[in-house]
């Protein structure tokens, strides 16, 4: 089943980028230097930040479903970022190295399943996962963390 993989939309962050560290701190964002790689694995560009680049470590609310499924948590996302990574039917960069967790939802929003793995297997219960047909979507997850990851879907 083919599938495509997508980051954040970076005009959603666009406002945060260059704004000085007291004021990001009023809204509980804190400006990082990267100081390891990976480890600051950014979440629109779905690639580890390089060493010396800057990050905002944020909020954000990965799953707005009207649902008890809701849910938001701490996310890093490269500061100044253009471009929101695509990955037909690949894993992104981000995903390397990294146990992923992948939660299965209705198009309501309600959790039907999940599965972990790492590297290609996850490819490999994505397609399966993509087989039944009340799956809408899928939320990747690091699964060390529980932070969310990237949004995968059917490819069209």
Do not use: W
Not at 36 to 62: F, M, W
Not at 106 to 113: F, P, V, W
């Amino acid at each position: 089943m083919s599938f495509v993989i997508t980051g954040l939309a970076p005009q959603s962050f666009a406002h945060l980028f260059g704004l000085p560290d007291d004021v990001l701190s009023r809204q509980n964002i804190v400006r990082k230097t990267v100081e390891a790689k990976p480890g600051y694995p950014c979440r629109i560009t779905l690639q580890d930040a390089e060493l010396g680049e800057t990050v905002l470590l944020l909020n954000h609310e990965s799953h707005a479903a009207p649902t008890p499924y809701a849910s938001r948590y701490a996310i890093y996302v490269r500061e100044g970022a253009a471009f929101t990574a695509t990955y037909r039917d690949e894993l992104p960069p981000v995903f390397a190295g990294r146990p992923i967790a992948l939660r299965l939802f209705s198009a309501e929003g309600m959790l039907l399943g999940a599965d972990m793995g790492r590297g290609g297997e996850l490819t490999a219960k994505i397609g399966s996962a993509f087989e039944r047909a009340d799956v809408a979507y899928i939320h990747a997850h690091n699964a060390m963390h529980g932070c969310f990851s990237a949004e995968i879907r059917r490819a069209d």
